[in-house]
């Protein structure tokens, strides 16, 4: 009986420990450090009973610092008139491979929800601040 449950022991430990296929190696804020390239396109509704949404698209890069702090720069074409910015933000990552960012920005605070893919090499994002609707990917450069 022993030793029928030390070879169970065993198959477990090799199944959920060390097996790649059960193996989970999950996020930290260590996982999206260095600099990333995006694009994003969306829509500004922020304007209620306005006739129609003013289309966005932005260009450019994340950098994030490995602190929890963030810096962007980036090019934006909002309704066909460009303009380029920089600012700085916070994130935070979660065991999970999903996290946020947020920007203080001249209307209030900007945030985002991310999914971290390819164990960091690249980031799916979502504007999630009421009255935008942005979608974009950014990759390590």
Do not use: W
């Not at 198959?11 to 996020?27: D, E, N, Q, R, T």
């Not at 950098?63 to 910015?85: C, H, K, L, M, W």
């Amino acid at each position: 009986m022993k030793r029928h449950s030390s070879v169970l022991g065993a198959i477990a430990l090799f199944l959920f420990g060390l097996c790649p296929v059960f193996a989970h190696a999950g996020c930290a804020i260590s996982t999206i450090v260095g600099t990333y390239g995006y694009s994003a396109t969306g829509y500004n509704v922020t304007h209620p009973g306005t006739p129609t949404p003013h289309v966005l698209a932005l260009a450019g890069t994340y950098t994030f610092n490995g602190d929890g702090t963030v810096n962007r720069a980036f090019t934006i074409s909002f309704e066909g008139v460009i303009q380029s910015a920089t600012d700085s933000g916070t994130y935070t990552v979660n065991a999970d491979c999903s996290g946020t960012m947020a920007f203080n920005v001249y209307f209030g605070l900007e945030t985002y929800n991310l999914t971290i893919v390819g164990g960091g090499n690249a980031i799916h994002f979502i504007n999630s601040t009421t009255g935008i609707v942005l979608a974009g990917r950014m990759e390590k450069q």
